[in-house]
């Protein structure tokens, strides 16, 4: 008879995203996986390939949270304003960012051609940028509008999570300054 199974693939990515906020992705190891599930490390390769293929996993699941929380604001009726919707989405991005930066710094970089998000997840989270891109600029250029507001709030957040800004003043301050000005172009531009 077959032994019991003594984690699951949930346990895993919960147990590896856990490593990844504390400890970051140079410690999340598959021997660190087991000690924190309870098994030992040839027993993660019932459900995982690969280290590469378990940063897939947590970068989905991230992503996955990431789109369910976007998709949230662009749902609420408080934000009817496409403009003002656009600025909801960049201050969410923003918030998710400062809860879990490892896991979102995996959605925009990578360590490995196998680690990548696949297109259709990377659709499924851009999908709520995408409609409020729409309806400021038009359908023609809300693929345009989206990298625009995508670029600027990944910059911006990544250069706030590095400890980059350092000259003073109100870093609140300078993102909403920053998204409110996009906006204002997207509503303005032809």
């Known amino acids: ?8 693939l949930d346990d895993i990515v ?5 490593i990844l906020e504390s400890d970051g992705l140079a410690r999340l190891t598959m021997q660190a996986v087991a000690d924190r599930v309870g098994v030992r490390a040839p027993s993660l390769y019932k459900r995982v390939r690969s280290r590469d293929h378990l940063v897939l996993l947590l970068t989905e699941d991230t992503a996955r949270d990431l ?23 960049a201050r969410a991005l ?33 999908a709520p940028l995408l ?3 729409a309806e400021l600029v038009g359908a023609d250029a809300a693929l345009e509008a989206a990298r625009t507001v995508t670029a600027w709030a990944t910059g911006f957040i990544g250069m706030e999570l590095a400890g980059s800004f350092r000259l003073g003043g109100d870093v609140d301050a300078a993102f909403e300054y920053g998204i409110a000005r996009i906006a204002t172009a997207l509503v303005a531009s032809p």
């Open 14 to 18: 919960r147990a590896g995203r856990d």
């Open 67 to 89: 789109g369910e929380r976007l998709e949230t604001v662009a749902r609420e009726e408080s934000a009817l304003d496409p403009a003002q919707r656009l600025a909801d989405l």
């Open 94 to 126: 923003r918030a998710f960012a400062h809860e879990r930066p490892a896991g979102y710094r995996l959605i925009f970089a990578a360590p490995s051609e196998e680690a990548r998000l696949p297109d259709e997840t990377i659709a499924r989270v851009s």
């Open 1 to 8: 008879m077959p032994t019991p199974d003594r984690t699951s």
């Open 131 to 133: 409609a409020v891109a």
